[in-house]
């Protein structure tokens, strides 16, 4: 990973920033929510305790039947049709059925239904008839209660007969219907709202398990009440519907009406809305059971304001992106719960500052992050382009052997100006090429210096030694005197091969190019050479057509000479050599392979360098070797404006040394 991905990493960091303050958003969201939550329970409170002064909830019974409003007309046929939208909620009637109750204006209307496979059957006027299947309904109004039998024989319209006696305003006699079916039995009949009926009971008798055959489930009605919804509306605040509700969740009243649609009233739009839903408010619950036209609420919240405690809760709206605050707190009389009141707000102060808290501090972090990321982006663009510049000039002054002479701008190496690290670097880089150049130039002299140091020695050694021969010298010294003889030998070739490599480097810099045919200057050193690789092979690879090269042939030709006779101290005795010639893009390329032992790793990259030799020792009496003929090789290439290489063979039976030539710059006359 380079530095600027590093630094764009380092600048990401300042997303620490928004997290941080979306945190703090969420703090203060909540703290919003627990403030309008106590406001809006103690704005029940107070409501709930005016309900208890006024006399507006009259004490509830321990149990009742809910009248429900009948959501059209129903016709009495025995059959629950008109009764499916009331389905949901209907009423437990023991443990053989359930109960429907509904009113309008005609009357109340009552639909039971009974669970029972095996039949007894007799008609209300039989006289075993309380010993059949049958319902007993009571009823009862100011005056007193009368109980009614409703059983019948077979499927139709029934006439109820009354078992007490007569009560002013209750009738004598009722009609029913009477449906069954494989699982029961369907019992729906109409009382008159001229009734006025204040408590009513349902007991059902099963001939088959026996019991109670006059007993019922009397109960009070309750119902929707228009009085105590008018009531309510002038208790409760503007823009808050309230509802009144038994303890088990009844309605009783109803004011207001949430207005939950996005944008409307100022509530916030439904992308605000989204976003604070998904970001800040996340503890909400499900609207569905909170539905304004359901006659029963059967909460959580309901069933622990019941008990007595009061309870806030945030929920979602009926429209998408709403939010509603809802508290539900008990309506108690002598310490005991005659009621809950339940009041809801659609939330808008809450989420609109919690939006726009949020909306500032996300524009904010993006343009902190926005600018530290650039600011961090350049100056890593820069300090990129500082070191890419000085790894250049590092590479330059390697490639040139650590010579700085025309290398850099000035003669300086760059940014030593610089005042920061950077600067540093690269005057620390400036010394030590310095201490490198002078170093390389002393090595690069050494030979030249040595050979003309070690020649007057040398010459007063050599006529010392002819003048030893003259001397009478006793027979056991001569072998003495022929050694030494050798060794001035040696040194004699060691001077004159420093002398050589210190004028071939200045006869390679001032050799004339020419255009010339390099399959003549190949095929020419080949046949020389074959006269000198004894028993080994040599063969020569040449192209068809003429290849012409801007060169100095007799280069070439001694940087080829190079490389034979350092190819001959490594091919063994009956190997074979193998010289090629083939044009190159930009150029020629010219490889002499040979037979033996692969070149060591660690060398590859070291084998054209001055004073660089694979050969362990020299044996005494052959030429000795300072590791000079590669470096002339090289010299050779990159006076044509090439390099030079060596590699393995594919198959490992040898090397190869390979001269890549571009030609030598023609010049201007």
């Keep these: 990973m380079n530095l600027r991905r590093k630094l764009l990493l380092v600048a990401l960091c300042t997303l620490a920033l928004p997290v941080a303050g979306w945190l703090y958003v969420r703090q203060m969201e909540a703290l919003l929510r627990d403030g309008q939550a106590q406001a809006l329970l103690a704005s029940a409170g107070a409501v709930a ?23 059209g007309p129903i016709t009495v046929d025995g059959y629950g049709d008109d009764w499916a939208p009331l389905t949901p909620w209907s009423q437990p009637l023991d443990q053989h059925g359930k109960l429907l109750l509904a009113a309008d204006d005609d ?10 496979t095996r039949r007894v059957r007799a008609d209300a006027d039989d006289a075993n008839a309380l010993a059949a299947d049958h319902l007993i309904l009571t009823l009862g109004n100011a005056n007193g209660q009368r109980r009614y039998l409703l059983a019948s024989a077979a499927p139709g319209p029934l006439t109820a007969r009354p078992l007490d006696p007569a009560v002013d305003g209750l009738p004598d006699l009722l009609a029913a219907q009477w449906q069954e079916d494989g699982s029961g039995y369907q019992v729906e009949l109409r009382l008159p709202a001229t009734l006025q009926l204040r408590v009513l009971g349902v007991g059902v008798y099963d001939a088959a398990i026996g019991g109670d055959r006059m007993g019922s489930d009397t109960r009070a009605l309750l119902s929707y009440s228009s009085k105590l919804s008018g009531e309510l509306a002038q208790l409760v605040p503007d823009r808050v519907q309230a509802r009144v509700l038994t303890s088990q969740g009844w309605l009783l009243a109803r004011t207001g009406r949430l207005n939950t649609a996005p944008g409307a009233d100022g509530q916030p739009g439904w992308f605000a809305s989204l976003i604070y839903r998904s970001l800040l408010a996340t503890r909400l619950e499900d609207a569905s059971p909170w539905s304004q036209d359901v006659p029963r609420l059967d909460t959580a919240e309901v069933r622990e304001a019941s008990v007595g405690k009061p309870i806030a809760v945030w929920r979602s709206g009926e429209e998408r992106g709403s939010v509603v605050l809802a508290a539900a707190v008990p309506i108690e009389h002598a310490g005991k719960v005659d009621g809950v009141l339940l009041l809801e707000q659609a939330s808008r102060s809450v989420p609109l500052l919690a939006n726009k808290a949020l909306l500032g501090l996300l524009l904010t972090s993006f343009g902190v992050l926005l600018v530290a990321g650039g600011i961090l982006l350049a100056f890593a663009t820069r300090l990129s382009l500082r070191l890419a510049r000085l790894r250049n000039a590092a590479e330059r002054a390697q490639l040139n052997d650590g010579r700085l002479d025309g290398l850099f701008e000035q003669g300086r190496f760059p940014m030593t100006d610089a005042p920061d690290e950077i600067g540093d670097l690269a005057r620390s880089f400036e010394r030590l090429f310095e201490v490198v150049d002078g170093y390389t130039d002393y090595l690069r002299t050494l030979a030249s210096k040595l050979s003309h140091e ?28 022929a050694r030494a003889r050798d060794g001035v030998a040696r040194l004699g070739a060691l001077v004159r091969a420093m002398s050589e490599s210190s004028r071939m480097e200045r006869s390679i810099t001032a050799a004339e190019p020419e255009d010339v045919d390099l399959r003549d200057v190949v095929r020419g050193c080949a046949d020389a050479y074959r006269a000198l690789i004894g028993t080994r092979q040599l063969d020569c690879v040449l192209p068809d057509a003429p290849l012409y090269l801007h060169c100095a042939p007799e280069l070439i030709a001694q940087a080829l000479d190079k490389l034979l006779d350092n190819a001959l101290s490594f091919t063994p005795e009956h190997g074979w050599l193998r ?38 020792k020299a044996t005494p009496g052959d030429a000795p070797h300072l590791g000079l003929g590669l470096y002339v090789v090289r010299l050779v290439a990159e006076r044509h404006g090439g390099v030079a290489s060596a590699r393995n063979l594919d198959d490992g039976t040898g090397v190869a040394f390979s001269l890549h030539l571009h030609g030598m710059p023609r010049q201007r006359l």
């Design 49 to 71: 305790r005016s309900l208890v002064v006024t006399g507006a909830v009259q004490p509830e019974s321990d149990r009742a039947w809910y009248v429900q409003q009948a959501p």
């Design 579 to 616: 010289l090629s010639l083939c044009a190159a893009p930009d150029g020629a390329e010219i490889e002499l392979a040979n037979q033996g032992p692969l070149l060591p790793e660690a060398m590859q990259g070291r084998l054209f360098d001055s004073l660089v030799s694979l050969r362990d």
């Design 107 to 116: 009357g109340l209307y009552l639909y039971a239904v009974v669970r029972n």
């Design 454 to 481: 070690l020649n007057t020695p040398l010459a007063i050694v050599k006529s010392s030694l002819d003048n030893l021969e003259h001397a009478a010298l006793p027979a056991e010294a001569q072998p003495y005197l």
